[in-house]
């Protein structure tokens, strides 16, 4: 597994730890049920601390904690279940949230781009994937009808835009 | 007809070099056919059982006699010089080669065309009525709302791995040749006392295993807000609906597990938030954007009474029949809808040479203002002809063996490809259709009989829409043995129904014979004038069901 951060290849500052380890030192990725478990200590913790989401786990339950967190890592448990694509705009959108919103799981690189465009700034891809193979598939399209998280221009703002300077130009 | 801007071309042009990368990675061995699977889906293309198919989107069955003839060449050079009609209004080519499909795609692009979203677990090409823009009492051209839905709905980041397939359709008269009622969301354009036009929304009509209507869950959505209420649908189905079951997975089944009250409380809820936000606002400079291509085309000022037609009908008898079935009636004094059928006797409905697409592409161009419709029920339309001019149409369509006059008649089935050709099905359902085209050539007997919508599917998919014909058949494998099930009573239009089954299945041998006895003891008992589905409402399925088993 490589981390692709904002069309990056990273080192991952985060530890995944499952529910029964010993928590590291350093930045930690837990799963929701242990951050609720312990979320008082987790949340005083002075390192960086991750929530991963199970598919089905919505971000509303962790809507009030989203100051505290610095990676809501979302789940894709296979490549048809889209429903982390309407989990990342709503944690981007909704509760605005400004850290780091992360791929994780069956994360396909001809889906890359509508996961960027949902918000998700961190994909955590297959080994074969190449900085190359990363660029070509975050930019097959230069177009967008639909507005989303990634703020790019929809064609309905570009055609007004066009409207708008042809009308100025008389 | 709307016509592509820079944009428009853009994405489509993009998404044919992405589609022809995939293909080459998957020709190259770099992709298994499991892996190749989601990418060729949704693209529209389909493996079969001798090949693969691709299924090409007419987006709400509108058609350039241009792009007509596009198809009509795709036929002849990437396939056997024909094509498939199907009841989402678009095309299908059986038998292209893989290594073929991204030519066949720049090609498509060239006349503003494409295969996106017309398969997989995404939003569908939108469907309407054949006779927008012509019908007497339409509201608005449903075109104007189904072209900005298309536009909203391609290669939508958050909506392209729904559970399921999701299909919406579009009518714009009060009388529903959509079959809005039988879609995920079915859009029906309305206007309210202040004479605002808006739209009423359907949502978790379908059919397949689990047939039901959609449920009405709103009376009034204004205009600049339709896409954040799609939006809010889709958001609320793409993260709660099922993904355990694929059987499970359509809205339908949503909405009847919570109910359509707790659907409407939580799509309103996710509406309000949308709407707050407000990037899904659609300026109404928009909408006149693409309401502009629709516009009424040059009419000329005739009388409503042609003369030339009258007599034309007079002195000859096949034409009179043709006219009494295949016309509908235009908003305009003087012009008429024309239907092309894509049923002759015996034939395989839906099925269209490239000669004959050739032959329609000249007569729109000639007669009908440069355009045709694709119609659900899988036949062509012709939506503005003169009288005056029917019936050097109709003599042009004959020539073409395309002016069989059985439009709504017991011939003009509606028939999936079956197991000739699809993976899925248990029984044939194309030589059904034939048979029973075949017994009941006799056009005379056919007008007798009257409005009659025979429906056939190969399996419990109904990609044959059985659920909603008048007569349903549906066919089912019993261990190795194709029989079929009958339903009678179905309908798909404003007074949208399911078929009930009428008792056990009939053999291969059985089932035309059984469907003669249905019509004949429909035209036993039906008063003057009634239509068969009328006095099936009227009488129910016991009469049916005694004459059908007595001599069992």
């Keep these: 597994m490589q981390l692709i951060k904002n069309g990056s290849f990273i080192e991952d500052q985060f530890v995944t730890v499952g529910d029964d380890e010993a928590l590291p030192e350093g930045a930690a990725i837990v799963s929701l049920e242990r951050w609720q478990a312990e979320r008082e200590t987790l949340r005083a913790r002075n390192a960086p601390v991750g929530v991963r989401l199970k598919s089905g786990q919505e971000p509303s339950v962790i809507a009030q904690d989203l100051d505290k967190l610095a990676v809501v890592a979302l789940e894709f448990p296979a490549y048809r279940n889209g429903r982390a694509y309407s989990y990342a705009r709503l944690l981007r959108e909704r509760y605005g949230f400004k850290g780091e919103v992360r791929a994780v799981g069956n994360v396909l690189r001809d889906q890359f781009q509508f996961m960027i465009r949902c918000g998700f700034d961190a994909l955590e891809v297959a080994d074969n994937i190449t900085p190359e193979i990363f660029a070509e598939c975050a930019g097959f399209f230069t177009a967008f009808y639909q507005p989303a998280a990634d703020g790019k221009p929809t064609v309905l703002s570009l055609r007004q835009r066009l409207a708008a300077r042809a009308q100025a130009a008389g | ?552």
């Design chain 2, 1 to 552: 007809m709307y016509r592509y801007d820079e944009f428009d071309q853009q994405i489509v042009n993009e998404r044919v070099a992405q589609f022809r990368g995939q293909v080459a990675r998957r020709l190259s061995g770099e992709l298994t056919e499991d892996e190749f699977k989601p990418l060729r889906l949704m693209n529209g293309v389909y493996l079969q059982l001798h090949a693969y198919m691709l299924r090409i989107a007419i987006p709400y069955g509108t058609l350039s006699s241009r792009q007509l003839r596009m198809l009509a060449h795709l036929g002849r050079k990437y396939d056997r010089g024909y094509g498939h009609f199907t009841t989402r209004q678009n095309l299908q080519f059986n038998w292209p080669a893989l290594k073929d499909m991204p030519d066949l795609l720049a090609e498509l692009a060239t006349v503003e065309m494409h295969a996106i979203q017309t398969s997989g677990n995404c939003i569908r090409n939108v469907t309407s009525d054949q006779y927008a823009g012509a019908a007497k009492n339409e509201i608005e051209d449903p075109r104007i709302v189904s072209e900005i839905i298309r536009q909203w709905s391609t290669f939508h980041p958050e909506f392209s791995f729904l559970p399921r397939k999701f299909k919406i359709a579009v009518s714009g008269t009060p009388d529903d040749r959509a079959a809005i009622r039988v879609h995920d969301i079915g859009i029906q354009i309305v206007q309210d006392a202040k004479g605002n036009i808006g739209y009423e929304v359907y949502v978790g009509g379908g059919l397949g295993r689990t047939p039901m209507i959609g449920k009405k869950l709103t009376d009034f959505v204004p205009k600049e807000d339709l896409l954040a209420y799609l939006e809010a649908v889709m958001r609320v189905y793409n993260m709660y609906g099922r993904r355990d079951n694929m059987y499970k997975s359509r809205i339908k089944i949503l909405v009847h597990e919570i109910g359509a009250e707790e659907m409407k409380r939580q799509v309103d809820a996710e509406f309000a938030e949308l709407k707050k936000a407000g990037t899904l606002h659609l300026p109404l400079e928009e909408v006149a954007r693409i309401e502009a291509y629709f516009r009424p085309p040059a009419f000329e000022d005739l009388p409503n009474e042609s003369t030339e037609l009258n007599k034309a009908v007079l002195a000859d008898p096949d034409f009179a029949n043709w006219v009494k079935s295949n016309i509908a009636e235009h908003k305009v004094p003087g012009y008429a809808i024309v239907n092309i059928s894509l049923k002759p006797i015996g034939g395989v409905p839906g099925d269209c040479t490239s000669d004959q697409m050739d032959a329609v592409a000249d007569i729109a161009e000639k007669y009908s203002f440069d355009e045709l419709r694709v119609t659900h029920e899988q036949n062509l339309t012709l939506a503005h002809v003169r009288k005056k001019d029917l019936h050097a149409v109709y003599e042009a369509l004959k020539k073409h063996d395309l002016a069989t006059a059985n439009i709504n008649l017991i011939t003009d089935q509606i028939a999936c490809p079956g197991l000739d050709y699809c993976a899925l099905a248990n029984a044939r359902s194309i030589p059904i259709a034939q048979r029973i085209s075949e017994r009941f050539a006799d056009i005379a007997r056919q007008h007798e009989i009257g409005e009659l919508k025979i429906n056939n599917s190969g399996c419990i998919n109904a990609c044959g829409h059985h659920h909603v014909g008048h007569i349903g058949i549906l066919g089912v494998d019993k261990k190795g043995v194709e029989y079929y099930q009958v339903t009678l009573g179905g309908a798909a239009d404003e007074k949208t129904a399911i078929g009930e089954i009428v008792g056990p299945a009939f053999t291969e041998g059985e089932i035309v014979d059984a469907i003669e006895k249905i019509v004949n003891t429909y035209l036993g008992i039906r008063t003057e004038g009634e239509r068969f589905i009328d006095t099936y409402r009227r009488v129910g399925i016991e009469p049916f069901k005694e004459n059908l088993y007595a001599a069992h």
